[in-house]
DNA sequence: CGTTCGTCAAGAGCAGTGCTCTCGTCTCGA
DNA sequence: TCGAGACGAGAGCACTGCTCTTGACGAACG
């Protein structure tokens, strides 16, 4: 009962909710540039200046929803690779990769937001940066996992080592691994995420049809290129 | 001559030559959401109204700009390959490589509208299209002519047989090229554009600092992908 | 030479936006 | 109970893309 303060933040609480959910959907539909508060308040019966009680200005409620974008992928990924046995390492890579894949497809906007373009005078608060990194964590701890479990074998290759300091900021996601595996996991992240930018941004329209299976094999690709098992696409499904 | 018709279609495609050139001022420094045509009228002392002589539409001053933007990419990807001795394949790609980093971060405003996130009602129409393959024709050209030189050593794996009809699409870019490599290159594209879209928009702040010599080796791992020579970023400077 | 017709800049105006300020009202807590 | 704070409504400012009309200029044609 700490909970229920008092009724009106209650009520602020749930106007909060509201408000974003509407913001969201229309999000969905028009794209972060055609969210208008007007219109949020429109479609909730209210006068666009009592929007202003709960945001400070549009920016903000552009925050609300990446923050929740953030979390909505991270929660997609982490699903999808708690389904798959812990010491069966390319399954959890495959698995974290489709999870990416579609959600990014089923929320093309909201992924536009956290992936895409940065809109024009905006800039992240700090207060993103815990949710920022959901997804990337799962991707760190399969290969962090498969490290420790002797199941990465890449071909030898050496980084340059002035970027030893780089390589154990990008570690904090992923302990223990070698430098020329934070390069390749980093590498691969990119594959994953400019390949389903790729997709989500139209760059395959009249090109790739069969858009799941190519993404499947890329991703096999990309696995071997952590050194994560065989890439012949035929064995699995 | 012929170029020279009437008094008045020159100062016509003066005037458009300037609009351009003023919106893609703005463009680098607003950003695509904040070009606006009442501001590029301002700027050139004529009124608002005077700018739709010219452009149709907002919609249209974007696409001249993207049209542009396309053809800059594409040019700079062009000049950057052409440097290199045709027989170094890797050296070819490294040089595409670091061309398409190095126009992206210098113009990122563009870069991230015609590989970021699509603007919200834009189509973006027909007449882009040949444009827009000039930088990944590049990139098809230098697998097309490793491959036809044998300098191209995958690791072997196979493609799941329903992608031949998606493969056969591709491989416009790169005749003569077998399916697998055709997807080993859509791959690596992919590991590109996903590294630079990364780096322009933003993700590497707070974690990568030496960002080119990160980006030379993940380039270096997309080439080996691509079977393409060795990894070791250490042999070569 | 004079007229006609197409091109052009300018201005007013419409509907929409984010955002601010003020003004009554209502509610919660001391 | 009463005062402070939260709240919704409304007017208003500056801005946007875009349309329509008006009047001036210039080139081509009779």
Avoid: K
């Amino acid at each position: 009962m700490t909970a229920s303060r008092t009724a009106r933040e209650r009520v602020r609480a749930e106007l909060i909710r509201e408000i974003t959910d509407i913001a969201r959907r229309q999000l969905a539909t028009e794209g972060a540039g055609g969210l208008s508060l007007r219109a949020v308040a429109r479609e909730m019966g209210m006068v666009s200046s009592a929007i202003y009680r709960y945001f400070p200005s549009r920016d903000d409620l552009l925050t609300a929803l990446i923050i929740d974008g953030y979390n909505a992928l991270g929660e997609a990924v982490e699903q999808g690779e708690a389904a798959v046995a812990r010491d069966d390492h390319l399954g959890r890579w495959l698995a974290a990769c489709h999870a990416v894949r579609g959600w990014a497809l089923a929320h093309p906007h909201e992924y536009a937001l956290i992936y895409g373009s940065p809109v024009p005078g905006y800039q992240a608060p700090r207060a993103t940066v815990e949710a920022r990194v959901r997804d990337v964590t799962v991707l760190g701890r399969i290969v962090s996992d498969a490290w420790r479990d002797g199941a990465l074998r890449p071909p030898s290759s050496e980084p340059p080592p002035e970027l030893s300091a780089d390589a154990a900021a990008v570690r904090e996601v992923m302990p223990e691994v070698p430098d020329e595996m934070v390069w390749r996991s980093v590498t691969s992240w990119s594959t994953l995420y400019g390949w389903v930018s790729f997709e989500v941004f139209g760059q395959f329209n009249n090109t790739i049809d069969n858009r799941e299976a190519a993404f499947d094999h890329a991703m096999r690709l990309a696995a071997s290129t952590l050194g994560l098992a065989a890439v012949s696409s035929a064995s699995t499904a």
